[in-house]
């Protein structure tokens, strides 16, 4: 592709943002791309020129354009490969054969995922904690960050520019043409970083402060936080505004926020869930009412993120929780919130086997029950309604004594 098309943007006077964006993707292995995503790659300029992970096999063009517009992408002599999911190794080979660099670097466990994607005679150099390699007047020095979210994932610091490339880490599914944090709206930011974070690393929760630490320990200083998703982050204020979300976000601190989800066949659980949300209202805790038909799991575990409890409605359908719902509460059991309490209800015609089953949900995602389950047959009576109310008071009244505690 001509080298005028795609344009590489400066980033540092020897580093420049060379990756691609895509505008039209709008689901990410389950999670709602609303705004897209970039695949973020970086061109270091030294005596070893380097490249800083690739982008999606169908972005490899746009990739090497943007590289062109700087160098010969024949000059690149190191590929630094931080996490070897495909959005970021998809088109690494086709990279490998065409520049023909001298090193290719990944983890440990990078290097072993990255033969098992494209075969074992894909020649890469296994990096551990702690190891460097020079660029001549700089130097790239290698932090494991397993499970920060996969078990090949990898930092890249370069200390002379204090810029750490952190994968996955920090970043966001956002596209735009601006490409770096201070251009972006606040609300953006605080929005897209929170989801990223709720659809992607709130399982690994536990390890953020154990990787901050480390960061810490090694004396690591931060000019700049350049992720493989989203925008860069190069002020001192975005880069605080981003480690302490991170911070904020994996200590899973409940506030005073209930989401009620819940889907309906003939309005009969419709109807419960908007009494219920106003019992919770009543106490002072904000409710999210979240009809199924019309919310997407992501964003629902986006709204989870901060909230003390989690409220779950399903009529029964051939015996089962109904399919919406299901989904929902799979996908969530997998993320692996913590210190929410829960509560269930729904309406049936002749089983009632729904409630029981979101019950087990709670169960599995270790979420202690708020309040007793209220099922109705068929709809709702006025004394239905008024238990759903209470039911929704003791909710709220159970998360106001969680807020209160921590």
């Not at 964006?21 to 791309?33: M, Q």
């Not at 086709?94 to 995922?113: F, L, R």
């Not at 009412?289 to 399903?314: I, W, Y």
């Amino acid at each position: 592709m001509n080298n005028d098309v795609f344009k590489a943007v400066k980033v540092t006077d020897d580093v420049y943002w060379v990756g691609a964006i895509d505008w039209g993707i709008r689901d990410f292995h389950g999670y709602l791309t609303s705004r897209g995503t970039t695949y973020n790659a970086f061109l270091v300029i030294d005596d070893k020129i380097t490249l800083i992970d690739t982008v999606k096999a169908q972005y490899k063009d746009e990739l090497m354009a943007r590289i062109a517009s700087i160098i010969d992408p024949k000059e690149i002599s190191v590929i630094i490969s931080n996490h070897s999911e495909m959005d970021h190794t998809g088109c690494l080979p086709a990279i490998i054969d065409e520049v023909k660099p001298d090193k290719v670097y990944a983890s440990t466990m990078g290097a072993k995922t990255i033969k098992a994607h494209f075969g074992q005679d894909i020649d890469i150099e296994a990096v551990k904690e702690g190891d460097s390699i020079s660029l001549g007047n700089m130097d790239v020095t290698f932090m494991e960050t397993r499970m920060l979210h996969w078990p090949d994932s990898m930092f890249s610091y370069i200390p002379q520019k204090k810029i750490l490339f952190s994968q996955d880490g920090f970043g966001m599914h956002y596209a735009s043409f601006e490409r770096f944090a201070d251009q972006v709206d606040d609300t953006i930011l605080d929005h897209e970083g929170a989801k990223y974070y709720a659809n992607i690393l709130l399982p690994y929760s536990g390890l953020v402060p154990k990787t901050f630490a480390k960061v810490k320990a090694a004396g690591i200083e931060l000019d700049i936080i350049a992720p493989d998703h989203g925008p860069i982050w190069r002020t001192p204020e975005d880069i605080k505004f981003i480690l302490d979300s991170y911070s904020v976000w994996s200590a899973q601190k409940v506030e005073a926020k209930a989401v009620v989800i819940f889907d309906t066949m003939w309005d009969a659980t419709a109807l419960m869930a908007r009494v219920i949300s106003e019992g919770i209202e009543s106490t002072g805790v904000h409710v999210k009412l979240m009809p199924l038909k019309g919310s997407h799991r992501s964003d629902v575990a986006t709204e989870v993120l901060n909230a003390g409890a989690l409220v779950v409605g399903s009529p029964t359908i051939n015996n089962n929780i109904f399919p919406t719902v299901a989904d929902v509460l799979s996908y969530l059991r997998g993320l692996k919130r913590k210190n929410m309490v829960g509560a269930a209800f729904g309406s049936y015609g002749w089983s009632g086997e729904a409630i029981p089953q979101i019950e087990k949900y709670f169960e599995e995602m270790k979420i202690d029950i708020a309040s007793d389950s209220v099922r109705v047959q068929y709809v709702p009576t006025e004394d239905d309604l008024v238990k759903c109310r209470e039911m929704g008071i003791e909710i709220g009244n159970k998360v106001i004594a969680n807020v209160d505690a921590e």
